[in-house]
């Protein structure tokens, strides 16, 4: 742990509590964002938000508000896609090769029932409980609940 | 009011608008752990929020995210005792013998047409406005909007 | 552009993602709270949030929580001009005479298909991606995702 740099970083600590895919791209742009503004990002997943990192999971969310605009979850992935917007899958990857961290929620694993054999432990840095969590957050200069 | 130690308190202010049962539990954690971390913790309740202060409102709301994996209410609610897990109403009780403050918002009554004797005012700390919030938000350490 | 003033005053920095009409009314009490208090303010709408700055739209939303204790949006619109509760109208005129700041999303704009000609460019001071955010955010006293 390149502890003494990160000490230097300014962070940004956000909890994705939401498994909604619009959240979910949200999270990643942000945390994506800050990462190339030379911040140090995590991302710690509860709740419905935990949800997304079973296997298969993370492009399972729907929208949180449907049907607004006839602009349904297919139609919103195929103006992504043409407009290049990347994946939920390539974000998550380069949030990672950024040096973003991914923590899972302990409290939620236990009140779900989620193991760690149902998650993609490949992309999970940390089970972590939530005096981690506030311990990040109080030294960050952004703290987002999504 | 121990105007002195509390400015030496790092500070962490949320406003609770939403109502779903599973967001007052994670605003409860993270106000629990904050207090468990030698900080101050302020929840501001609006809105939908504000709906769960009322006479046994607490554990009334729904599931920002129904029938997801099958998980609805009442079987969150069995595996979280299953978990010990406490309940809204424990932890809320913790949060407030931890020294953490509830705060309703004064707008939102009057929008709504809740009265003092409509809400638990035992849980109730303070009956504010924006411009309260705005003063603790700015030097709080944490910020989330639930 | 007044940099000298601007850095000096504590910022408030809200990502509005939602677009129903009691987050969006949230969002305008919050900015102009802090605008109120010597704060500087700026919203960044993004998503659902970025469709109420269409034409027409910023009293669109619905709410994000309906029939709750039988307040329908009509209702609660009916209790909030009998308590002279101002409109979504006269709060985003408000603050933006204040001096904050209302900035769009250009990486919605390019997924939902948004051309400035569909949107109020009267109301609008930036176009900006994320990068913005993110360098505003990291200044910022408050920062909160609606």
């Known amino acids: 742990m390149d502890n003494k740099n990160k ?26 964002g800050a990462l190339s503004m030379g911040m140090e990002a995590t991302l710690f997943f509860t709740f419905w938000g935990l949800e997304r990192l079973k296997k298969s999971g993370l492009n399972k969310g729907g929208l949180s508000k449907m049907n607004m605009m006839g602009l349904g979850k297919a139609m919103i992935q195929s103006k992504m896609t043409k407009q290049h917007v990347a994946t939920l899958e390539r974000m998550m990857s380069d949030f990672r090769q950024l040096g973003g961290r991914v923590l899972a929620c302990e409290m939620t694993m236990s009140i779900m029932g989620v193991t760690k054999k149902d998650l993609r432990t490949e992309l999970i840095d940390d089970y ?12 960050s200069k952004i703290t987002l609940f999504i």
């Open 7 to 32: 000490e230097m970083k300014e962070k940004a600590t956000l909890i994705v509590h939401s498994g909604d895919m619009d959240k979910i791209y949200s999270a990643l742009i942000i945390g994506n």
């Open 128 to 139: 972590v409980g939530v005096g981690f969590y506030i311990s990040e957050a109080r030294e």
